[in-house]
């Protein structure tokens, strides 16, 4: 049994009220990128002739806006200790533009080597890789997470040395 409300009588497209409305019970839950928002609504209401009307104008009342949610998607994944890679690969699935994720991923960052020398002393302790193989094997786990090889090799110096 689903919890989700569908739409009684889906042989009537919803009109610009319901629309909005559903876009507020949706907006009032969290930030979405413009293109999430709209797949939700289609999701929910079907396909609709005033769905692109109404998302042109939360879009220009500033109700929706892709900048702030990337900003918020960025912040949140950020703390749960994903790197740019991934979070930049997140943003475009959700149907951010890459100009924007770009800006607000800043990949080229040296928070994003502070946030890695942390993870990594909590998962593996603050002592180098004793050996090549583990520090291959620290590298993979890092790399999953979606931090570049760059950065990995970076915050697996030693901090003195930059």
């Known amino acids: 049994m689903s919890l989700r409300r569908k739409r009684t009588d889906a042989s009537v497209p919803a009109d610009g009220p319901v629309i909005r409305r559903a876009a507020f019970d949706l907006l009032a839950r969290r ?94 302790g603050e002592e180098a890789p004793a050996s090549s193989s583990e520090w291959q094997r620290q590298a993979r786990h890092l790399q999953s997470r979606g931090f570049t090889a760059e950065q990995i090799r970076r915050a697996m110096r030693d901090p003195r040395d930059d």
């Not at 999701?43 to 702030?68: H, I, N, T, W």
């Not at 890459?98 to 928070?111: F, G, K, Q």
Request: hydrophobic share 40%; charged share 35%; aromatic share 4%.
């Open 31 to 124: 930030e979405h990128s413009a293109a999430e928002l709209r797949q939700k609504l289609i999701q929910k209401l079907g396909p609709a002739p005033q769905l692109d009307e109404e998302l042109e104008r939360l879009l220009a009342e500033g109700l929706l806006d892709d900048s702030r949610f990337a900003e918020a998607f960025v912040r949140m994944h950020r703390n749960r200790g994903h790197g740019p890679q991934r979070i930049l690969h997140e943003l475009s699935q959700k149907g951010v533009d890459a100009e924007i994720a770009e800006a607000c991923v800043e990949s080229r960052s040296t928070e994003w080597i502070e946030l890695l020398r942390r993870i990594r002393a909590r998962r593996f």
